[in-house]
């Protein structure tokens, strides 16, 4: 196909509406689960992960790139600031070993 042509033109729509797709899907799927986490529970942990250095692995940045962990977690938050759930971040240990962290809590 040659570029400008009307053939041309119209699978790069049909492109465009794919990705458009998707994107939704992807959207829609982070608003259910960030809905589903905060009615079950009233504090939720996050670890922050060094997505950066997780894509240097060239089998799985595609995969953690498309995931989109950046805007799930801006759509929990802004779920949770909305129903008055905590959202706490937190480094590698916290994820890993809760109960230390619960035991400073109380």
């Given at each position: 196909?040659?570029?400008?042509?009307n053939n041309?033109?119209?699978?790069?729509?049909?492109?465009?509406?794919?990705h458009q797709?998707?994107?939704?899907?992807?959207?829609?799927?982070?608003?259910?689960?960030?809905?589903?986490?905060?009615?079950?529970?009233?504090?939720?942990a996050?670890?922050?992960?060094?997505?950066?250095g997780?894509a240097k692995?060239t089998?799985?940045?595609?995969s953690?790139?498309?995931?989109?962990?950046g805007?799930?977690?801006?759509?929990?938050n802004?779920v949770?600031?909305?129903?008055?759930?905590?959202?706490?971040?937190?480094?590698?240990p916290f994820?890993?070993t809760?109960?230390q962290?619960?035991?400073?809590l109380?």
């Open positions: 196909k040659e570029i400008g042509s041309w033109k119209k699978a790069q729509n049909k492109i465009a509406r794919l797709h998707i994107a939704r899907q992807r959207e829609d799927f982070h608003y259910k689960t960030a809905h589903k986490l905060v009615k079950e529970y009233d504090l939720i996050v670890e922050e992960l060094n997505i950066k997780l692995n089998k799985l940045s595609k953690i790139y498309d995931v989109g962990w805007a799930f977690i801006e759509k929990l802004a949770a600031a909305k129903r008055g759930v905590h959202v706490s971040r937190g480094e590698w994820a890993r809760p109960s962290y619960i035991t400073k109380q």
